[in-house]
């Protein structure tokens, strides 16, 4: 499990989060949602430690990961898999190199062994076949299977999602959720996805963080948010038509 | 942002730098690939540059040539300058342009991409894995550059002395071995290993500290290459200061 105690943040004079607590629980997709620039790339910035936060705690199952040296932080992130907005593959690399990457950079395998965990990996996103292409070669949705495989192919226990159908055609978008689901389940990671993609939250959510002007403003499931009794929220959720119109029926 | 933060952050990213590599094995290989970058793909430019400063330096000094000076005095400029300023000032400062500028939007890529946060996530040190070995193969490689257009300047020189005819080979021969103090070549050396470090850290660092998008990369690029030549100026100042007086 991971939890946030109270976690601030400011940039100047702009506080970006304050005195935010979370809990995001294994084997369940874990979403935090909110508009942009509320706050939520920041906390899970804090939270994976791209960003220090000002005060308070992560704890990844009860290991501060805040106060810890940087050799313990680097334990704790060899346990973390994480899938960019935008992939953040290694233009240099091909698709096999760029999931073997992370394999090469700290695990004991041998070659072969290797080469069997990146098939494998391959494999699970359905990418067979495109591991000599590299990533300028491939489409949006193709690129982050390619982020997913790599985020998985050290079998981390949490995963971390940035607005994983972010540039995605719906379909592409519904096979990516399915994706992290099947893999949280597989693996009983724990798995925390940053989206405002409502198709996405209904889809693939267990449990949802809504986070508006830098505070936790609604935490609960699906059916819970759909009747939560909160302006800011229900502003959110229904701001497009067809989610009014499904409201109204 | 004033001079002082980019000094602290500057000296804070070197430290960075300077840690242990993760992985032996990938470092080596990188540091291979860094050096046929940084090496082996500026071997062309630099023959070039080299053999036509070289040929143009004995034109020029034979044009000055006359009356009381003697015509040795055409392979001694030749020398002096090759060795002293053109090959260990100028071909960093040319290289500046080409290394600097690809190492600067490369790693300018790689933050405004992402990159850089996914191997800082993997638990690497991203300023190590990316910045050393460019360093390194800075320093091991551009004393070699320099050596190779030293001996290309005055090769060039003595090929278009003979050529031209405005000086013969025994004439140009004597130019280059009067007075002639090896230490000038370990003063040469000296600078351009620490112009390499000037070279290939500025730049990272300009590149390393990109944010937003395109426009940003190619502000870093552009940044790189001219904080690199003003600091090699201004190093290759108090160097000479130094080293020579």
Known sequence: MIELKNISKSFGEHHV????????????VNFIIGRSGSGKSVMTKCTVGLLEPDQGQVLFDGRDFTSMTQRNRKEVRTEIGMLFQGGALFDSMTVSENVKFPLKMFSEMTDEEMDIRVADCIKRVELEGHGDKFPGELSGGMQKRVGIARAISMNPKYLFCDEPNSGLDPQTAIVIDKLIIDITREYGMTTVVVSHDMNSVIEASDTIHFIHEGEIAFEGDNAEMLVAQSDTLNEFIYASKLMQKLRDK | MGIIFHIGRYTRFILRVLR???NGAVFRRSLVNEMTTIGTNSVGIVALLSLFMGAVMCLQTAHQVSGWIPVYTIGFTVRQTMILEFSPTLIPVILAGKIGSNIAS???????????????????NSAGFLVLPKIIAGIVCLPLLVIMSMFLGLTSGAAIAFLTGVSNMADFQYGLQVDFVSYDVIYAIIKTTIFSIIMTSVSAY????????ALQVAK????????SVVIIMLSNLVLTKLLLT
């Open chain 1, 17 to 28: 989060l304050k005195n935010v607590s979370a809990k995001f629980h294994p084997g369940k």
């Open chain 2, 20 to 22: 242990k590599p993760e």
């Open chain 2, 106 to 124: 490369q790693l300018g890529t790689m933050r405004v991409t992402e990159q850089i946060d996914a191997l800082e996530i993997m638990g690497i």
């Open chain 2, 206 to 213: 300009h590149g390393f500290f990109t944010h937003g998008g």
């Open chain 2, 220 to 227: 870093s690029s552009t940044n790189a290459v001219v904080y």
